[in-house]
């Protein structure tokens, strides 16, 4: 059975950080790719950043690009997003996802709310 839980979300003011962790199971981690995706009130679920099984190959959607940095630990199954220089419009709830046998798997969501 895959799980995929997120931790990390919370409430920080513009200009600041949050670094996102993605705890996995029921899977071969080192042999799955990583994303994280967020959905906005009213808008469509986002792609953010992806990450190669191995960790060498990173894609981030443009607007966060520079700002945020996925990463992976292989050896703990966890998968990280470190956000910098948070902007209103990156308030969402963030998921973490891979996929299994052609089957796509989401963890719970953390929210993330970027306000002053």
């Known amino acids: 059975q895959v799980q995929l839980v997120e931790s990390g979300g919370g409430l920080v003011q513009p200009g600041g950080s949050l670094r996102l962790s993605c705890a996995a199971s029921g899977i071969i981690f080192p042999n799955n790719g990583m994303e994280w995706y967020r959905q906005a009130p009213e808008k469509e679920r986002e792609l953010v950043a992806s990450i190669s099984s191995s960790g060498w190959y990173r894609n981030y959607r443009d607007s966060v690009k520079g700002r945020f940095t996925i990463s992976r630990d292989n050896a703990r199954n966890t998968v990280y997003l470190q956000m910098n220089s948070l902007k209103p419009e990156d308030t969402a709830v963030y998921y973490c996802?891979?996929?299994?046998?052609?089957?796509?798997?989401w963890g719970q969501g953390t929210q993330v709310t970027v306000s002053s």
């Open positions: 996802s891979t996929t299994k046998i052609g089957n796509r798997y």
